[in-house]
Nanobody, 116 residues
Framework: QVQLVESGGGLVQPGGSLRLSCVAS????????MGWYRQAPGKQRELVAG???????EYGDSVKGRFTISRDNAKNTVFLQMNSLKPEDTAVYYC??????????WGQGTQVTVSS
C-alpha cells in the first residue's frame, strides 16, 4: 500500500499564498499519478490539481492560473503552490495517488482557511 502525509495548511488572508506538501511512502514504485483534492463543508469533493508520472498536469477550473502542482521524485513528494488565495479556497485539502493497479489512496488532509 501507499501512505500519504500532507502538511503546510493554515490560516491565510485573501490574496496570500501557501505551499502544501505531500510525502508518499510504502509501495511508491506503483504510483501512476498524484494530485490534490479539496472538500469544503457542505460541498462535494473537487479536483484541485494532478500530475502524472510522465509529467503532465491538470487543474480544476477554479484554480487555473493561481495554483501550481510540482513534484520531487527523489523525495517522493508532491507540492501545491497556492497563490492569490480567495475565501472560496477554504477547505480541507487531501493528497491522492492512483497506482498502476488502479488503487486509490488518500492522505489525512490539511486544513486551509482563507479569511480576513
Amino acid at each position: 500500500q501507499v501512505q500519504l502525509v500532507e502538511s503546510g495548511g493554515g490560516l491565510v488572508q485573501p490574496g496570500g499564498s501557501l505551499r502544501l506538501s505531500c510525502v508518499a511512502s510504502g509501495s511508491i514504485f506503483s504510483i501512476y499519478a498524484m494530485g490534490w483534492y479539496r472538500q469544503a463543508p457542505g460541498k462535494q469533493r473537487e479536483l484541485v490539481a494532478g500530475i502524472a508520472s510522465g509529467g503532465s498536469t491538470e487543474y480544476g477550473d477554479s484554480v487555473k492560473g493561481r495554483f501550481t502542482i510540482s513534484r520531487d521524485n527523489a523525495k517522493n513528494t508532491v507540492f501545491l503552490q497556492m497563490n492569490s488565495l480567495k475565501p472560496e479556497d477554504t477547505a480541507v485539502y487531501y493528497c491522492n495517488t492512483v497506482t498502476l493497479g488502479a488503487r486509490s489512496y488518500w492522505g489525512q488532509g490539511t486544513q486551509v482557511t482563507v479569511s480576513s
